[in-house]
């Protein structure tokens, strides 16, 4: 297994869905990723080099927040809210889903 952002990402996968496995990495930004790496999002992991998988490593520490950072981020702004005792921490301090918009079909 290769290790990426702190994560085993499954060998056996297509690197676009492997990297879905990392906290805050969706498919689109996956696709991202991979376009600003320069590496097709079909291949399977146990493929790639480990220059490309250097390559994607970089471009995920270089530009964007997942894993632990972003736990950590989502954390502190739920504390935030709930310290200055907005109507959205509020729901948060009662375990409460978030209120839907007056204006939301469904």
């Known amino acids: 297994m290769s290790r990426i952002a702190g994560i085993d990402v499954p060998d ?8 879905t496995y990392i906290f805050g990495i969706g498919p689109s930004l996956s696709r ?7 590496i097709a999002d079909d291949v ?3 493929d790639l080099s480990e ?4 390559r ?4 995920i ?11 950590q981020a ?4 739920i ?17 409460l889903p978030p209120a839907r918009a007056k204006n939301a079909q469904g």
């Open 51 to 54: 220059d490309e998988i250097n």
């Open 12 to 19: 056996n996968k297509q690197i676009g869905i492997s990297l």
């Open 32 to 38: 991202r990723i991979l376009k600003t790496a320069n």
């Open 56 to 59: 994607v490593r970089q471009e």
């Open 79 to 95: 504390n935030r809210l709930k310290d200055i005792e907005s109507y959205r921490g509020g729901r948060h301090k009662a375990s």
């Open 44 to 46: 399977k992991v146990k």
């Open 61 to 71: 520490t270089a530009h964007y927040q997942v894993e632990g950072d972003l736990a």
């Open 74 to 77: 989502v954390r502190l702004n």
